[in-house]
């Protein structure tokens, strides 16, 4: 099975800066990959897929990039509303098993 | 967006069984997969299998294998996951989520909290 490593587990920001996470595949996916979001006590919300592509309704200052094995998620400029966990998910060429990274826990300093 | 209903929440002695449904619309149903991921206390998401009910075609994450049935009724529009041999470990938050190409796992129901215990 496809590997995907996110980076950092935990992360501490203050409000109005510009946050990245990392996903790393362990073979090359293309674009294969989704982003969500988890609040604590809710089911995850999906935020971007095929890498880059913004889920509807979901703010712009949330932006993907990355093909291959590396991605990113970026936020441009943290709100108190984005304090979640984040997960990438792999799903190359749309064909199961799916894997998720181990999450990204996003805090306010 | 789609809106997933998940039975409600279980405690079971471990060896036994858990069958979990997930209801969703009847266009979902006939256009759409339906995925199952799990969430273990304070761990991540893990995918365990999904169905594709207008084709009949099942695929499961390996370690699941042999313990995980996914099914679909078609008249009710209901998916279900049944977890066999249950142990402590399978004690989690069980997840059903809408499954499309390419927006992935795009809706989700509210999560079926299965305790495992003696």
């Known amino acids: 099975d496809i590997q995907m490593t996110q980076s950092p587990s935990t992360l501490s920001a203050s409000v109005g800066d510009r946050v990245t996470i990392t996903c790393r595949a362990s073979q090359s996916i293309s674009t294969w990959l989704a982003w969500y979001q988890q609040k604590p006590g809710k089911a995850p919300k999906l935020l971007m897929y095929k890498a880059s592509t913004l889920e509807s309704g979901v703010p712009s200052r949330f932006s993907g990039s990355g093909s291959g094995t590396e991605f990113t998620l970026t936020i441009s400029s943290l709100q108190p509303d984005d304090i979640a966990t984040y997960y990438c998910?792999?799903?190359?060429?749309?064909?199961?098993?799916?894997?998720f990274g181990q999450g990204t826990k996003l805090e306010i300093k | 967006q789609e809106q997933l209903v998940q039975s409600g929440a279980e405690v079971k002695r471990p060896g036994s069984s858990v069958k979990v449904s997930c209801r969703a619309s009847?266009?979902?149903?006939?256009?759409?997969?339906i995925s199952w991921v799990r969430q273990a206390p304070g761990q991540g998401l893990e995918w365990m299998g999904r169905i594709v009910p207008f084709l009949d075609i099942t695929n499961y994450a390996q370690r699941f294998q042999g313990r995980v049935t996914i099914t679909a009724d078609k008249s009710t529009s209901t998916a279900y996951m049944e977890l066999s041999s249950l142990r402590s470990e399978d004690t989690a938050v069980y997840f059903c989520?809408?499954?499309?190409?390419?927006?992935?796992?795009?809706?989700w129901g509210q999560g079926t909290l299965v305790t495992v215990s003696s």
């Open positions: 009847g266009a979902t149903f006939s256009t759409y997969a």
């Open positions: 989520a809408r499954d499309a190409n390419p927006r992935v796992l795009d809706s």
């Open positions: 998910q792999q799903y190359k060429n749309y064909s199961p098993p799916y894997t």
